[in-house]
């Protein structure tokens, strides 16, 4: 059913390219509408900032645009989009290798219940986000694309340009070692609070 449903995409999208390339530029407004939504997703998630990722979503779109001559049509549109995105994501992310840091002084604690399950649910989230940038790239990506896009192996493996053994490969050790840059934070975090607060 599944697979049905994916090879109707893949028609759709091959119907649309072609109403482009005859000059039909509402044909491929279809095409952004249709991806625009999970690509901005992943871009976000690749170089955490909102601006960043909606630039690059942009460019995604007009590389794509552009050199929609150059698509072989031997993978899917989806795949070949993916690609240029993850691609240029690549570059932003070794050009601003550092992650964005939050001031515990600039953040004003109101007298609510709340706010410091906010604020520590807010430190699990930058401790991961660190976490991810201690990943080799490949691991990272496939990371990315198997657990926040849902995508299958070998859905991974063609944006990946790799075998499906070989994006199996790459999420598990992303797994392994990111449980344990995780579990090295927490011991830090855990041997670095104040003594003497036991109950």
Known sequence: M????????????????????????????????????????????????????????????????????????????????????????KNVYRDRSRVEQVNIDDVVIKRE??????????????????????????????LLLRIQENKKFDEIAGIMKCSTGTAKANYHHAVQKLKKIMGEELEKTETTSPAGTGE
């Open 113 to 142: 219940p709340r706010t410091l399950d906010v604020l520590i649910a807010k430190e699990s989230r930058q401790r991961l986000r660190e976490a991810l940038t201690g990943l080799p790239e490949k691991q990272r990506i496939t």
């Open 2 to 89: 599944y697979e049905k449903a994916e090879h109707s995409g893949m028609d759709q999208d091959l119907d649309l390219i072609t109403r482009t390339a005859g000059g039909e530029r509402e044909a491929f407004n279809e095409l952004v509408l249709k991806y625009q939504k999970p690509l901005y997703s992943l871009l976000y998630r690749m170089v955490s900032n909102h601006e960043d990722a909606a630039d690059l979503l942009q460019k995604t779109f007009v590389k794509a645009f552009t050199g929609l001559a150059g698509f072989e049509r031997r993978s899917s549109f989806k795949t070949w989009l993916y690609q240029i995105a993850i691609n240029l994501a």
